[in-house]
């Protein structure tokens, strides 16, 4: 049995378990019951974690599912796997914490050897700023960054806060920001984002729009601009590039050996099965990307085949689980 404990994770009942897409509840729904139907057509059975009862004395369960980092969650997830120690918990806490820092989040991706992966994957250069805003224009300076700045929040709890970006165009302004938070150089990119979703050994990409390019040497702008300002319009990539108002070259996804290495690199060092990776391309750069940020367990219902994927992903979690303990119990006779 595949455990996909909803209550756990969002504190709804499972008939709207995906909230997570942003989508009209009657799609959530829809997707939810697709996704179930799909899972129980291959033997899995989907179940959501009642609150009411204490989480060791439910199942047993063979993958237990959640999003939940609490110090409460963590001991009751502890307690079960002394009961049950052979559940496979996607993911550890510990390893979905690291991707609520974005002082932290982006650092393996600069640590990954891509040699021979089709072209160049790094981070935007950036700096991380926790003390006075007023100091923020002096700390700039002294890291060298250039202007125009993404201001991100330090903390990536997927709260509205955490979401709250902006575009810093001149240094007067920097002193407006509130820390903690994270600035990153910005890189003309065509107004593409690439969403890679990565749900264990498979990838799948789906383009977005994003902020446009700001031309070098530009002087008519300035101030703080909130990203809902900046962005393009909320049709998506697809549909722009079919209208043919997107330009071709910046809407080319990356080369999926590329992504495999970089999704592969990312799995084992952060430890983590499921994740999203917003990539860009840097405008003019071949095939030149930068990782701006890193979502653990993302809206995946926004992914192409996402029930079939997941789904597929739970089966191979429960096979590698029954040939683990096959080969335990073998030991065990001899």
């Not at 002394?82 to 982006?106: C, F």
Request: net charge neutral.
């Amino acid at each position: 049995m595949v455990t996909f404990p909803g209550l756990a994770w969002l504190g709804v009942p499972l008939t709207k378990l995906f909230n997570i897409f942003r989508s009209p509840i009657f799609a959530c729904r829809r997707r939810c019951f697709s996704l179930v139907s799909v899972g129980r057509s291959k033997g899995i059975l989907l179940v959501a974690i009642e609150h009411s009862i204490p989480l060791i004395e439910q199942g047993p369960f063979d993958v237990l599912l959640h999003k939940n980092t609490g110090q409460e969650w963590r001991q009751s997830l502890e307690d079960y796997k002394r009961k049950y120690p052979d559940v496979v918990v996607l993911d550890p806490p510990e390893a979905i914490l690291q991707l609520r820092d974005r002082q932290s989040m982006l650092r393996d991706v600069a640590e990954l050897d891509l040699s021979n992966a089709e072209g160049f994957v790094g981070v935007p250069k950036q700096l991380v700023v926790t003390g006075n805003a007023t100091s923020i224009s002096d700390s700039v300076s002294a890291a060298g960054l250039k202007l125009p700045l993404v201001a991100k929040p330090l903390v990536a709890d997927g709260s509205p806060k955490s979401h709250a970006m902006s575009l810093v165009y001149d240094k007067s302004c920097l002193s407006q920001l509130d820390p903690p938070l994270v600035l990153q150089e910005f890189v003309n990119h065509g107004g593409v984002v690439f969403k890679t979703y990565v749900v264990g050994d498979y990838v799948r990409v789906v383009r977005r729009f994003s902020l446009p390019d700001v031309p070098e040497g530009e002087t008519n702008r300035s101030g703080v601009v909130p990203f809902p300002r900046v962005s393009c319009a909320a049709e998506s990539a697809e549909e722009a590039e079919e209208a043919g108002i997107l330009d071709p070259q910046a809407a080319e996804l990356p080369p999926g050996p590329l992504l495999d290495s970089l999704s592969k690199g990312l799995r084992q060092k952060l430890g983590l099965h499921l994740f999203n990776m917003d990539i860009i391309r840097e405008r003019g750069a071949g095939n030149r990307y930068y990782v701006i940020d890193i979502n653990y367990f993302p809206g995946f219902g926004k992914m192409p085949d996402y029930e079939k994927v997941f789904t597929d992903f739970l089966s191979d979690m429960a096979v590698k689980r029954s040939k683990k303990i096959s080969r335990i119990d073998s030991s065990a006779i001899l």
